[in-house]
């Protein structure tokens, strides 16, 4: 038996590193730094804008984060007869195929059909009760006499399962019931696994899920209920270090997409630039074997000239900070280096062109630095994983875009560190200005391929729907990449063209370019001006995330990016 203890929320990681016991940002309230100044300069001083650029905002509102109390959910794999398990509740993977039932109108399935027989033909016929057909999202849950379960519930998984999306799905709908019925105890199995290509990456998926679904970010409420659930028991998806490895892995990058979501959810009053400079900070110090923190302040970046991503930060109270995390490997030099470029707005109310009218959602901007949330949240999975061979330099330019008497206007000319020039026609279309001086920044460091991830357009969001991010790219060979790791992390991706032609709607007359095109083919537009940021040695991807990083569903952060992320720059470690 294999035992794999993960722990939620931030806590995830206080398996390798206690210093993180503790939920994140919940040492807000001692941080002397993060207290509101109160300190009154004359309004005629030069030194009034510096005040301004000072004051520590992340109080605003008498709002701070409340730690995590989280729960500890101990993880085993283990080969028996599923009517021999005993707890609270027995989640049975099915698919369509799986509920085929004889002239008897009995299960032909094994495990079914045990299962039901030792229920006296219940199973079967509460199934057909209810009218359960093992649709994916399908599920019932029974309270049944003889068996060692309290309960036993069936999860349907459409008509084949085979993808990590559908096994994830599946350990979230489990922990969905045992939150529910309040269960101690689960167990997890399939009714047909066999032709199952790998098993241990399965039982990683099923692993996630569940993490992923017992999860609450409650930090932001005043009351919360705590999870009952304290072990889950993969049946018959094998056991021995193989399984024990890809179950270790799937805490480490769980643990990343729980740090990004938190990030996101935090809202602007709480995560400021310089709170996202500090959590970034903490990742590097805690796994500072491998990996070092870079903070360039305002003045450090004028230096760079960096003129596009400044003028977006012009306006805001809140200073930017300029973000670069870099990962060294163990045990020897690097064969290749890679970029990860996230935007990283922290708060955008669109600026002089703000948000306004229906569906404009200016309340929910504080995801506009989805993003870096994405690569900060990778940042900290690799800390754990610690792949050989790879150097990952990750980078955020993160920044408010307010208004102010100090903020770009439209029309104003701004100039990028590489020295060309945008006409701002549009002070909403700010996260490009910002990517623009992260690309280039980027490029300088010396990597031989780019992924850079925005919260860019709604345009993206149109043509592709909440759950689907948009992949712009020159090079087929890094397409081929991201998307292999995209199977395996169960992401939705979709490559859409970089149309040259429609580079003619970002031209400028006075400037080398405007900041935004017509309103056809927007998402396109937007990726050809970063491309103008990029070396052309350098691979370059961008992923338009801006329907994935938010569940209107639920409300919440989605946590999306991480794990292909983990997986591309693992597929260049190998």
Not at 97 to 119: H, P, T, V, Y
Not at 219 to 245: C, H, N, Q, W
Not at 464 to 493: M, N
Request: aromatic fraction near 6%; charge should be neutral.
């Amino acid at each position: 038996m294999v035992a794999i203890v993960v722990s939620l929320a931030s806590t995830l990681i206080a398996v390798t590193s206690p210093s993180y016991s503790s939920s994140f940002l919940t040492k807000l309230r001692s941080s002397p730094s993060l207290r509101l100044s109160l300190a009154v300069t004359p309004l005629c001083s030069r030194r009034g804008k510096l005040m301004a650029h000072t004051l520590a905002r992340a109080t605003l509102g008498l709002t701070f984060p409340s730690g995590l109390d989280a729960p500890k959910i101990s993880f085993a794999v283990k080969d028996i007869d599923v009517t021999e398990w005993k707890g609270d509740l027995l989640a049975v993977g099915v698919t369509e195929k799986d509920l085929a039932k004889d002239e008897n109108s009995k299960f032909q399935n094994s495990i079914l059909k045990n299962l039901d027989s030792r229920l006296g033909g219940l199973l079967a016929e509460a199934s057909s009760e209810e009218d359960f057909t093992g649709k994916s999202g399908q599920s019932t849950v029974v309270r049944l006499p003889g068996l060692g379960s309290k309960r036993i519930g069936l999860f349907g998984l459409g008509q084949s399962a085979s993808s990590t999306a559908a096994f994830r799905g599946l350990g979230e709908a489990a922990a969905t019931a045992a939150k529910a019925t309040q269960a101690s105890d689960l167990a997890i199995v399939l009714a047909s696994s066999e032709g199952l290509s790998a098993k241990s990456n399965t039982a990683s998926a099923i692993a996630s899920g569940t993490v992923l679904g017992i999860y609450e970010d409650s930090r932001y409420k005043s009351e919360s209920k705590k999870s009952a659930l304290k072990s889950v028991d993969i049946l018959g998806l094998g056991t021995g270090p193989e399984v024990e490895k890809k179950l270790k892995y799937a805490e480490d990058v769980t643990s990343g997409i729980i740090f990004g979501k938190e990030l996101v959810n935090s809202p602007a009053n709480v995560l400021t630039p310089g709170k996202l400079a500090e959590e970034a900070s903490k990742i590097a110090s805690t796994y500072s074997d491998v990996l070092s923190a870079k903070i360039l302040n305002e003045e450090q970046c004028k230096e760079l000239k960096m003129g596009s991503y400044l003028a977006v930060a012009a306006a805001s109270a809140n200073p930017p900070h300029f973000i670069h995390l870099i990962y060294k490997p163990p045990g020897g030099p690097a064969k290749v280096k890679l970029g990860l470029v996230g935007k990283g707005l922290t708060f955008d109310s669109g600026g002089y062109n703000i948000k306004t009218g229906p569906g404009c959602s200016i309340e929910l901007m504080k995801f506009d630095m989805g993003g870096s949330a994405a690569v900060l949240g990778a940042a900290k999975a690799i800390g754990q994983i610690k792949p050989p061979g790879v150097e990952v330099h990750f980078i955020v330019a993160a920044c408010e875009n307010m208004i102010s008497g100090t903020g770009v206007r439209p029309g104003d000319i701004v100039t990028a560190s590489n020295g060309k020039t945008i006409e701002v026609n549009n002070t909403d279309a700010e996260g490009r200005l910002t990517l623009a001086d992260a690309l280039v920044y980027a490029c300088n460091q010396g990597v031989e391929k780019i992924v850079d991830l925005a919260t860019l357009t709604g345009a993206c969001v149109v043509a592709l729907g909440p759950s689907i991010a948009g992949v712009f790219t020159p090079s087929d060979d890094l397409a081929k990449e991201v998307f292999a790791a995209s199977e395996l992390s169960g992401e939705k991706f979709w490559r859409l063209p970089l149309e040259e032609s429609y580079w003619e709607s970002m031209k400028s007359g006075i400037a080398d370019m405007v900041n935004t095109g017509g309103r056809p083919g927007g998402s396109i537009s937007a990726a050809l001006f970063l491309k103008q940021f990029v070396d052309e040695k350098v691979e370059w991807m961008h992923i338009d995330m801006a329907g994935p990083v938010w569940s209107d569903k639920k409300r919440t952060a989605t946590g999306f990016g991480v794990s292909t992320l983990v997986e591309w720059v693992l597929k260049n470690s190998a």
